[in-house]
């Protein structure tokens, strides 16, 4: 049996594991027992309270949280137990309908700590597996992981794509390439479909695993309001808003993102999905900076921006600039508008983001009733015992 470096919690500070919440913090931690001078990062640790008594094993690592708990149970992290944690993320997958189903192939498989599987997220487009490892242990173990697809998916799954660079953490040195960990696809951009409509995704070089898998079913409730409106989408990416938004009967869509490239995605998949017909824009531009002169163009607006507080230290700063946004939307949107508008920042709570809107609200000096309470969808879950997994919220608005 493997012998593991042992930590031994401070008197008291087992008190969340007890409670099954997967993250043990450095400050929790009172000694250590380790056969070679240091903990390697990403090695395997037990964890045992001030007592003795075994709690838990996991994944050591440098910084705030020093382990990521993978089990509360005395067993082997081998090939085995990868499978048995894969199969039973497949299992919720297809009790969701998403496994075999035509008319979505794209979706999220492992969801870090909401699939007992902290530091690990894997997307699945169409024969594609997207691995992204946001923890040494999990980078350490990825061809454990590749492997333990192959064998869940077997021939239904043709390729196993690592694209860790730019999450796992820098300082650890590891100097992570993306790459294929098994098979190879011809292009690196493929077709894959979601609701039934179509999307190109290139997880060699778009942002996260290469789309936006977490507002599937928020996309379906714009299609459901769209109909005759003229549509303001921001912070696009590559139009999934969009589309959905067109599919609904939309009069008009614009697509506005800072990034070129993402705009053009957005048109692709316009014509990809109504070939030139369609009235859609494209703007290159800051999507904070066009929602000043909008005037009253827009009656169904989308605000969809990247997460503006990473961590808790920049909160204030990031709720100034979420309030900000909402109030110039608020402002300008027709009457009887509806405003779609979301947070994905993980450090912001529904509440918090619900009193940031309404304080937005009280400046343009409108009359709004919440239709809507969003968040994300069921494939990316969240564990009962780490509510800290809540990380998108949103508010759908009738705006008088």
């Not at 089990?71 to 992290?77: G, R, S």
């Not at 992204?132 to 492997?147: D, T």
């Not at 999307?199 to 459901?224: A, I, M």
């Not at 614009?254 to 999905?273: G, I």
Request: proline content about 4%; aromatic content about 10%.
């Amino acid at each position: 049996m493997t012998t593991h470096p042992r930590i031994f919690l401070r008197r008291g500070k087992e008190e969340s594991l007890l409670r099954r919440h997967p993250w043990i913090f450095s400050g929790a931690i009172g000694r250590v027992e380790c056969p070679s001078d240091t903990i390697a990062e990403g090695e395997i640790v037990d964890i045992h309270t001030a007592a003795g008594d075994f709690i838990a094993r996991g994944h050591y690592q440098i910084g705030s949280i020093a382990v990521r708990v993978l089990t509360f149970a005395q067993e082997p992290i081998d090939a085995a137990w990868w499978r048995a944690r894969i199969r039973s993320a497949c299992e919720v997958r297809r009790t969701l309908g998403l496994i075999g189903n035509a008319a979505t192939t794209c979706y999220r498989l492992v969801h870090g700590e909401g699939d007992s599987l902290p530091g690990l997220v894997i997307d699945i487009y169409g024969t594609t597996a997207v691995v992204q490892c946001h923890s040494v242990g999990m980078y350490r173990s990825r061809m454990q992981i590749a492997e333990a697809l192959r064998e869940v998916y077997g021939e239904r799954l043709a390729a196993v794509y690592d694209k860790s660079s730019q999450t796992v953490p820098y300082k650890a040195g590891l100097n992570a390439v993306d790459g294929y960990l098994m098979g190879k696809v011809a292009t690196p951009t493929q077709e894959v479909s979601e609701n039934g409509h179509r999307f190109l995704v290139n997880w060699e070089e778009g942002q996260k695993t290469g789309f936006f898998l977490d507002q599937r079913c928020n996309r379906e409730l714009v299609e459901r309001y769209a109909a005759g409106r003229t549509v303001l989408n921001t912070f696009c990416y590559t139009g999934g808003f969009s589309v959905y938004a067109a599919a609904g009967g939309a009069k008009e869509v614009c697509s506005v993102d800072a990034s070129e490239r993402a705009v053009q995605l957005a048109d692709e998949n316009m014509r990809l999905n109504f070939g030139d017909s369609f009235p859609h824009t494209t703007l290159a531009c800051d999507a904070v900076e066009y929602l000043k002169q909008i005037g009253d163009r827009y009656d169904l607006i989308i605000l969809d921006p990247p997460a503006f507080a990473k961590h808790h230290k920049v909160l204030g700063n990031a709720m100034q600039g979420y309030k900000r946004l909402n109030a110039r939307a608020l402002s300008q949107i027709r009457p009887g508008g509806i405003l779609f508008t979301f947070s994905c920042s993980q450090a912001v709570t529904k509440e918090l983001f619900r009193t940031t809107v309404f304080s937005a609200a009280a400046i343009a000096g409108r009359n709004v009733r919440i239709l809507h309470q969003l968040a994300q969808p069921a494939d990316h879950p969240i564990n009962i015992y780490h509510p800290e997994g809540e990380y998108l919220k949103g508010l759908v608005l009738y705006v008088e």
